[in-house]
T-cell receptor, first 111, second 114 residues
Framework: EDQVTQSPEALRLQEGESSSLNCSYT??????LFWYRQDPGKGPEFLFT???AGEEKEKERLKATLTKKESFLHITAPKPEDSATYLC????????????FGKGTKLSVKP | DTEVTQTPKHLVMGMTNKKSLKCEQH?????MYWYKQKAKKPPELMFV???????INESVPSRFSPECPNSSLLNLHLHALQPEDSALYLC?????????????FGEGSWLTVV
C-alpha cells in the first residue's frame, strides 16, 4: 500500500484557472511534508516544508496547507510557466531522514 | 543560497567504461544523498552519507560505488553498468540526516549506458 498518494495524476488548466493538488499520507509520526516542483530533465526544486496540522505556507501563486491526513497545494491564477510535475514527499520517525515520495501530479497550464 | 552542483550534466558511457559523477555543496550540510530517477517515476534513494560516513545503502549493486571525500563533496563511481542503469542521477543534501530536515536536490546528471 502506498504511503503517499497524489491526485490527480495529471491536471490541465487554462491560464488564470485556480485549482488544488492533493497529497494524502498514511505514515504515523510525521516529521515533515515536502513539496517540490520538477521540470522535465531537471532535479526537484524545493518549494515548501510543512511540519504540523494547520500550518500554511505561501510563495507567489502557490499556497501549501497541511492536515493530519493530507496536504493541498493551491495554485491561484496559474501561468504557463507553472507547468511542471509537482512532487509531494514525507518523512517520519522511522524513515531515517529518507523521503517517501508520491508519484507526482503533472500540471499543464495553457495560455 | 541553497545550491547543490552536479557534474557532468550529461554522460554517455559504454558497459566496460569507468566514470564518475560529482556533487558539491557549500551550505554546511552534513548529510548527502544519491538518488536515481527513471522517466515518469519519483526519485529512489540509493545512498546516504552522514558526517562523511555511509549511513544507508539501499541494496544498490556494487557497480555503483559512492565516495564522500569531505563534507562538501560526494562522488558516485560507475563501472560495468548495464543499459537499464540509464537514468537521471540526483545528488541532494540536508543539514542533518534527521527526519524533518529539508533535502535540497541538484539539477542531476543524465546517464546513458550504451
Amino acid at each position: 500500500e502506498d504511503q503517499v498518494t497524489q491526485s490527480p495524476e495529471a491536471l490541465r488548466l487554462q491560464e488564470g484557472e485556480s485549482s488544488s493538488l492533493n497529497c494524502s499520507y498514511t505514515v504515523s509520526g510525521l516529521r515533515g511534508l515536502f513539496w517540490y516542483r520538477q521540470d522535465p530533465g531537471k532535479g526537484p526544486e524545493f518549494l515548501f516544508t510543512l511540519y504540523s496540522a494547520g500550518e500554511e505556507k505561501e510563495k507567489e501563486r502557490l499556497k501549501a496547507t497541511l492536515t493530519k491526513k493530507e496536504s493541498f497545494l493551491h495554485i491561484t491564477a496559474p501561468k504557463p510557466e507553472d507547468s511542471a510535475t509537482y512532487l509531494c514527499a514525507v518523512n517520519y520517525g522511522g524513515s531515517q531522514g529518507n523521503l517517501i515520495f508520491g508519484k507526482g501530479t503533472k500540471l499543464s497550464v495553457k495560455p | 543560497d541553497t545550491e547543490v552542483t552536479q557534474t557532468p550534466k550529461h554522460l554517455v558511457m559504454g558497459m566496460t567504461n569507468k566514470k564518475s559523477l560529482k556533487c558539491e555543496q557549500h551550505m554546511g550540510h552534513r548529510a548527502m544523498y544519491w538518488y536515481k530517477q527513471k522517466a515518469k517515476k519519483p526519485p529512489e534513494l540509493m545512498f546516504v552519507y552522514s558526517y562523511e560516513k555511509l549511513s544507508i545503502n539501499e541494496s544498490v549493486p556494487s557497480r555503483f560505488s559512492p565516495e564522500c571525500p569531505n563534507s562538501s563533496l560526494l562522488n558516485l563511481h560507475l563501472h560495468a553498468l548495464q543499459p537499464e542503469d540509464s537514468a537521471l542521477y540526483l545528488c541532494a543534501s540536508s543539514l542533518r540526516q534527521t527526519s524533518g530536515n529539508t533535502i535540497y536536490f541538484g539539477e542531476g546528471s543524465w546517464l546513458t549506458v550504451v
